[in-house]
């Protein structure tokens, strides 16, 4: 039998897809990407992954796992390769509200995790702008990040427990349900963030959190980044760590956004240099009780701050949310950042770095200069999870020229390296990054994730090529 | 030269004990393992300890990393082995209190870290009896729990990067500082809780968090175990995750609590099924700030949910701390647990088991009877970190059968499985688990562990023996 025979007779000729039936599978969201797989596989249970994984390894043929291809590092091409699709593995198995757990397959897209969770309400904390299509198998897989980390960690914070097909298709069961369970090494997280290259999730053990019952939200014009992260602090130390998210919009940001998306306006009658976006997020009674005076404990907390810090002239305008409505129209706001944050036409440089929080604004000052040194036109956009020094630092280049471009991200890498950051926070390395990864990760540490790889993987089927340079 | 020799010139003779010099290290705090190793190797630096892992590897010489020696698993057992003895890197390399970190190396006890961040208002929030004699790098090696593990994690959770030193001497830099950081595989967690079979860990940086300005501490008889559980989710609701410790202690503890420590006195006038010590850390201005009355919104907040419990019939007695002096007293009692929880003479089955919270009371009675129909005059001697669902449950049978003991800890393991725990929580495994590993660890996990094992240390010259079966 050939190999598509020997697939189809596994999981039935209407899910393994070839020729054009493949499209869909094709590309990444952002088109950087474009490849022509094998096929698409779509198994609908673990026995039929670790079927897959056990044909491919005899026939040494490599294999991509997909979930919802809302990457951005090309962590799922598949360029003559079998692309294996765990959409339809998506059944919540079960939420158990009193342990405040979801155990799930890795085809659940977020937003239904959300839903799910807040019918018990429970809130799942993973929150970015591709939830309605990205799946929680590629999330953990990337160990993806967003908007809420600074109050809840990254997708590894948020995972208990994992079940792993090997690339043997061996069953690896990790489905711990426990905050406390030292009882060898700590294989779970190895597989977290390793995109698919040492084992494909087939089911996780998920936390959930109680629901925010109330927000606390507002867009704010600030006299500068220090400022910002003064007012952070401030409301950390106030409220215990209450704050959600903590987004950092410059001026070239409000720029694109009202050249692109005029429908969503603007927060203030001009645009300003540093405009944050923060929220607050109340579970507790004594927060979500209103006072005497009909004000939420949390907002008026929000409220106290930024007036005082408006006397010390640090707040130079605000917005507070005073409806849900309200909430969302700031957040959409910054949720258009991917949208925008794509040249109409020519090249793009896309990085995602961190850097360690007081440096975040010597960060894009540096950066910045040196771009400007390489490029005096180049537009830069960035957008900042502020709150955990994730910086997403976007450059337009005025031409296409690949040496350019190549020092464009040499330049972001010798900022990042000089201010203890990293080139990498929470999109991935995929094939985006290999460069970087050779550049400038620890070569022990390359050589380690080596012999790791080798040890699980000897035949090289999974995901061959992405994340180890 | 000998292997001695070498040593000698690398360290230098001070720092090379052999013969009688080794004694203080020949044993660890319960007095179950006892060993002659080869020498103790006390090196200054991480380029001392590369040395000594060259040495051990060109001679295929094997080597036990040791720290404050005050596990409980038998894990820095050495006879006939180097022990690499960490004491002397014990620096606090940086205290950064803006980005809540501290750098340090392994050699820093718990208490001298806990001093140090309380000089800059900030915590270390690993605390459990052994604090004043145990080392970060062994609490790291463990992944050691305690009391706070409810609030702020075990010690993987509060650890940001690590340097080590692999089996060859290559250093291994993962020593980062950032809150996101997806730049290849985990490696930093493989490290953590492999208790020095991997490498030894030469650096880390550690997370502080701010200090509880204010405690509000309590010991409670409660009507049930199913009781308590209610309490805990209650006051975790109310104050937004603010409970510090949940620690229960059942009649057989308070019992052996006035046979062996009667200067420590009892909390109330007569023992109870159930004793519950409670703690709620504040730290922000609105938790710390007394109101009208004098009170603590936090002690408030407990006395409230006591009060209405009380009249519930679930809280039966309860002492409120008013004074630190009164804290100290309180905690004093469960502290003792690890003094009261040897026996004066004859065997001891000690487990550290971790069971959904909800299933601790279930746990407990299953493993009870199962025990009672092993040896009838057993004495099963518990105490649990209840908020985590971490038992120490631990039996002194009336009689020194080693067949009698296999049969205890089975009966101990099939229980813990049955309600879907672990049979190993936050001790590690060194030794006295490896038979608990060969039953119940899944053992594809255990042909990964192998294999990771043998990728990283082929010649198994770190601490063999320990961890895998």
Redesign the interface.
């Known amino acids: 039998m050939t190999l598509l025979d020997r697939l189809t007779a596994l999981l039935g000729p209407a899910h393994v897809l070839t020729g054009r039936d493949c499209d869909p599978y094709t590309s990444e969201w952002l088109g950087k990407y474009h490849w022509q797989p094998i096929a698409v596989l779509r198994p609908a249970n673990r026995d039929e992954v670790a079927g897959i994984l056990r044909i491919a390894s005899e026939t040494g043929t490599p294999v991509v796992p997909s979930g919802g291809r809302t990457g951005l590092v090309g962590g799922t091409e598949a360029q003559g390769r079998l692309m294996l699709s765990l959409e339809r593995m998506n059944r919540i198995r079960e939420i158990r509200p009193?342990?405040r757990i979801a155990i799930v397959e890795p085809g659940v897209v977020l937003s239904r995790l959300h839903d799910a969770a807040a019918e018990h309400e429970l809130h799942f904390p993973l929150w970015f702008g591709a939830r309605g299509s990205a799946m929680i198998g590629g999330a953990l897989s990337?160990?993806a990040?967003g908007s809420n980390?600074l109050r809840y960690g990254?997708t590894?914070?948020l995972c208990l427990g994992l079940e792993v097909v090997?690339a043997d298709g061996?069953?690896?069961?990790?489905m711990?349900?426990?905050?406390?369970?030292?009882?060898?090494?700590?294989?779970k997280?190895?597989f977290?963030?390793?995109e698919g290259t040492?084992g494909v999730i087939t089911a996780a053990v998920m936390k959930l959190v109680?629901a925010p019952r109330a927000h606390a939200t507002a867009m704010l014009a600030m006299s500068s980044l220090d400022a910002a992260l003064a007012l952070l602090n401030r409301l950390q130390?106030?409220?215990?760590g209450?704050v959600e998210a903590f987004e950092y919009m410059p001026r070239s940001y409000q720029e694109l956004l009202v050249a692109r998306r005029p429908d969503l306006g603007l927060p203030f009658d001009r645009i300003h240099d540093v405009t944050i976006l923060v929220e607050l997020g109340a579970?507790?009674?004594?927060?979500c009780t209103p006072g005497p005076d009909g004000v939420l404990?949390l907002a008026a907390?929000l409220e106290g701050t930024l007036g005082a810090m408006m006397e010390e002239g640090l707040v130079t305008d605000a917005v507070i949310a005073s409806s849900e409505a309200q909430r969302r129209a700031l957040w959409a706001r910054r949720e258009a950042a991917a949208e925008i944050g794509t040249p109409i036409s020519g090249p793009m440089v896309d990085t995602d770095v961190?850097?360690?929080?007081?440096r975040v604004a010597r960060f894009l000052s540096l950066a910045g200069k040196r771009i400007a040194a390489l490029d005096a036109n180049a537009f830069p956009h960035c957008v900042a999870?502020l709150g955990?020094?994730?910086v997403h630092f976007a450059v337009f280049p005025t031409r296409d020229d690949p040496g350019l471009i190549e020092a464009m991200i040499r330049a972001v890498e010798d900022t990042v390296q000089e201010l203890?950051?990293?080139?990498?926070?929470?999109?991935?390395?995929g094939l985006s990054?290999l460069g970087?990864?050779r550049r400038?990760?620890?070569p022990?540490?390359?050589?380690?994730?080596r012999?790791?790889k080798?040890?699980?993987d000897p035949g090289n089927i999974m995901n061959p090529g992405k994340?180890?340079p």
Request: hydrophobic letters at 40%; a negative charge.
């Open positions: 009193a342990a990337t160990n990040g980390v990254s590894r914070a090997l061996r069953v690896l069961n990790l711990s349900e426990l905050h406390k369970d030292n009882s060898g090494y700590d294989l997280d190895l977290i963030g390793a040492l109680p130390a106030d409220s215990g209450l579970t507790t009674p004594r927060d404990p907390l961190c850097v360690p929080l007081d999870h955990d020094g994730n203890g950051g990293s080139f990498s926070a929470e999109h991935g390395v990054k970087s990864m400038r990760k620890d022990v540490a390359l050589d380690v994730m012999a790791i080798q040890a699980l994340v180890i």
